[in-house]
């Protein structure tokens, strides 16, 4: 089949939403079907946001191809004749953001109207799709509240998983994520302040926020968290991360509000890692099951920690919650192939 | 959604009554409303109760008129009642609610106040040029009819036909199934009682008959002013038809003629309302009901009304009545249906449900304009002419993604009137 994949991307900022094309592509080029990938730019300003989506509705990209695969909005705008959406989050600032911090929306009538107008769009395109995937039924909720449309959930994938194996069980929880505020690793620092055990933190990724790093190597300073706390700011290689991910005690990964299980907490599980999450990561908690394959806490420093000390004294135990994660891929069939046979049905 | 709502409050205003029976919906339907009077000189003792919202002048919300997601402005042709209003055409996010095809009135208030936010060109409207004035201005535009619409389609942004909303309060007496309560066959006209009522006619089509002459009472309920009350119990008086001037009464009073009344005279000649509250009302209370053949009066169903051509001259009139006294039990079927009809049409949950949805298309289409302002341009300056292939691309995109519609060319330009507004794209259907 000739396949298009199509997704819209912010100029050297990488992170899951570049993820899931570039494996997707992989996947289908292993599998014998012809790929072209177009990325697409997109700014969601308010100001621009409007000329932004007419601009993709003027493109054709339904030349020479079987099938549109669009990822990351606003590329579900795209018209094609076999569009299928796999959608992976809304434009949140304009969703159940708007209005917040999170939000760049004008509080008047005038930005909330770009909002309905936005909405009103969404809908209309998604529902020209034979077929509306999300990545998570937190993601698929949104679009049935928001938008009327009613879709199934398709669970992406890491690629090439068997990368990932358990090599041993040090006494580092690790978090490998872009470091931005709502992936709340300051939280995770501040946790460490009420650790009763010898238990470490080692916080890996890149970020696009150069004050929230400061502000994190400033927390680390303050709570003379230096011997404790390990920041390897910057991005890691994938060989890296594995090394990272297959020696640790477990994983943590809770942001505030998350659109899916997130591939940290994925990454984990393929090396036999439980992961720690908090009730209201949003995602992760259709993968992380409290006590059976990881940990929900109270999203706040001493539950965190309480939960860090319990990964660290219970070594047995930790290491069962991750073959348990491991297991749990395998339940949710998070497999390319099931992805393949959906999007190409 | 934040809704300013701009109008008069004053108890003796039909359109007041009728605010305030939408907005008590759209509270329901969980709107923030807010209330701005739109009288030149507002009295917060004398209002309609607005489910006791606070309300104050319509300038003080207007200050903060961005802060609303949509501002809804009434328009009848009484300046003195709605001068107020002209300030939210400043705003994009606003729909002009216009009560009246013809305003006349409305724009000889302004000249005489030496207020011209919609004059062209020192040119002031006339008639239904007036309501093209404003609407031109409006973010989108209602009527309550469709013989006016086309003056609305002056308004670049989404327009919609909506039954004016009404609920009469509740009679004091329940009328009989099957006729007048009481002898002898009452005719009514009410409101306020002037030529445009058609009351001479009404007494010639009388005085014409002998049946007529013998069994009518027509009874005119309402405001009358010394000299038309005069002549026209000179022309009664000529004529020995019953002529009873019962003036100005109370909505307890008037709902008591209304049911005691064998029919009511709705004649309007020429009908210059977009709708009347008093035919509806009437409809609404189970009366027979005789109206002109034309303009809001024409919509109606022929079996719940009886219609008068529109010339409205005095011997349809006598036809008419002569009928309806003729058939008791015709009548009782039609006062039925009229009952019937009127309550499932003009009903302020469906007008607040369909304002609520132009309400959006408003919100959606306004957001699509500067984006509108800027291809009219772009493609001008590319020479790409309106009827090309590629302005139909572009134009057709923007048609799925938005409630816009093409019209004109793209080259007639209006300097009173955005870009957007001279390009072949411009507001919605209704």
């Known amino acids: 089949m000739r396949v298009v994949v199509a997704s819209s991307f912010v100029p050297f900022v990488h992170g899951g939403g570049r993820f899931i094309v570039e494996w997707l592509e992989q996947t289908l080029q292993d599998y014998g079907h012809r790929v072209e990938v177009f990325y697409l730019p997109f700014k969601e300003h308010p100001d621009t946001l409007l000329d932004n989506l007419l601009s993709y509705r003027l493109l054709d990209l339904s030349q020479n191809s079987d099938r549109l695969i669009a990822i990351r909005p606003p590329a579900h705008s795209l018209i094609h004749p076999n569009k299928v959406v796999w959608f992976i989050h809304h434009l949140r600032g304009y969703y159940d953001l708007a209005h917040t911090e999170h939000s760049s929306i004008p509080d008047s009538g005038g930005g909330r109207a770009v909002a309905a107008a936005l909405r009103r769009h969404d809908t209309a395109c998604l529902g020209e799709a034979r077929s509306v995937f999300t990545n998570s039924a937190v993601v698929g909720e949104r679009l049935r509240r928001f938008n009327g449309i009613q879709s199934e959930v398709l669970y992406p994938p890491l690629f090439r998983p068997e990368r990932f194996h358990c090599k041993a069980q040090n006494d580092e929880i690790v978090s490998v994520c872009r470091m931005e505020n709502h992936k709340r690793q300051h939280l995770l620092v501040e946790a460490m302040e009420y650790v009763r055990t010898p238990v470490k933190l080692r916080l890996c990724g890149a970020s696009s926020n150069a004050s929230y790093v400061g502000s994190l190597k400033g927390l680390v300073e303050r709570k003379a968290l230096g011997d404790r706390v390990i920041l390897d700011l910057g991005w890691i290689s994938e060989e890296t991360k594995v090394e990272r991910v297959g020696n640790c005690l477990a994983s943590v990964y809770a942001p505030l509000d998350e659109d899916s299980y997130g591939y940290p907490t994925l990454e984990a599980a393929a090396a036999c890692k439980p992961t720690l999450t908090a009730w209201d990561s949003g995602g992760t908690l259709e993968f992380v099951r409290d006590g059976e394959n990881g940990l929900i806490t109270e999203p706040t420093a001493r539950a965190i920690a309480a939960g860090f000390d319990r990964l660290f004294s219970d070594k047995r135990k930790t290491a069962a919650m991750g073959r348990a994660a491991f297991d749990t891929v395998q339940a949710l069939n998070i497999t390319w192939e099931h992805v393949l046979n959906r999007l190409l049905a | ?430």
């Not at chain 2, 405001?223 to 109370?250: I, Q, T, Y």
Request: one cysteine or more.
């Open chain 2, 1 to 430: 959604m934040r809704v300013l709502w701009l109008t008069p409050v004053h108890r003796r205003s039909a359109i007041a009554r009728f605010s305030e029976l939408v907005v008590a919906e759209l509270i329901a339907a969980g709107c923030d409303v807010t209330i701005g009077a739109t009288e030149t000189s507002f009295d917060s003792a004398d209002r309609h109760s607005f489910s006791e919202l606070p309300i104050a002048g319509a300038s003080n919300h207007l200050a903060n008129g961005a802060a609303f997601d949509i501002i809804v402005a009434n328009f009848g042709d009484h300046y003195p009642n709605h001068a107020m209003a002209l300030g939210a055409l400043a705003f994009p996010l606003m729909i002009g609610i216009f009560h009246d095809a013809d305003m006349s009135n409305f724009a000889n208030g302004m000249r005489a106040a030496q207020h011209d936010p919609i004059g062209e060109n020192g040119d002031w409207p006339v008639g239904r040029n007036v309501v093209a004035a404003i609407a031109r201005r409006c973010g989108g535009a209602v009527v309550h009819s469709r013989f006016y619409l086309s003056a609305a389609e002056s308004c670049d942004g989404p327009i919609a036909a909506i039954p004016l909303a009404w609920s009469p309060p509740r009679p004091n007496r329940e009328r009989s199934a099957s006729g007048p309560l009481v002898a002898p066959f009452r005719l009514v006209t009410f409101g306020n009682i002037n030529p445009n009522k058609c009351p001479d006619r009404v007494i010639e089509a009388i005085g014409a008959s002998a049946v007529l002459k013998e069994a009518v009472e027509y009874r005119l309920v309402g405001a009358v002013e010394p000299g038309v009350e005069s002549s026209l119990r000179d022309l009664a008086g000529r004529l020995g038809v019953r002529l009873v001037v019962v003036g100005r009464v109370d909505d307890p009073e008037l709902l008591d003629e209304l049911a005691q009344a064998a029919a009511v005279s709705c004649l309007r000649e020429p009908v210059l309302e977009g709708a009347s509250a008093s035919a509806i009302e009437a409809m609404m209370q189970g009366c027979v009901v005789m109206v002109s053949d034309a303009g809001f009066y024409a919509d109606l169903p022929d079996d719940c009304v009886v219609k008068v051509p529109a010339e409205t001259d005095s011997s349809s009139i006598r036809i008419a009545l002569e009928k309806i006294y003729a058939s008791p039990e015709a009548c009782a079927a039609l006062r039925g249906r009229a009952r019937d009809y009127s309550l499932a049409t003009f009903s302020p949950a469906k007008y607040a449900d369909a304002l609520l949805r132009l309400a959006h298309d408003v919100r959606v289409a306004s957001s699509y304009a500067p984006l509108i302002d800027r291809l009219a341009v772009d493609l001008a300056g590319l020479g790409i002419s309106p009827d090309s292939g590629t302005a139909d691309l572009v134009l057709g995109s923007l048609e799925a993604m938005a409630p816009v519609r093409r019209r004109g060319e793209m080259s007639t330009a209006d300097p009173g009137k955005p870009a957007h507004a001279s390009h072949p794209l411009a507001g919605n259907a209704v």
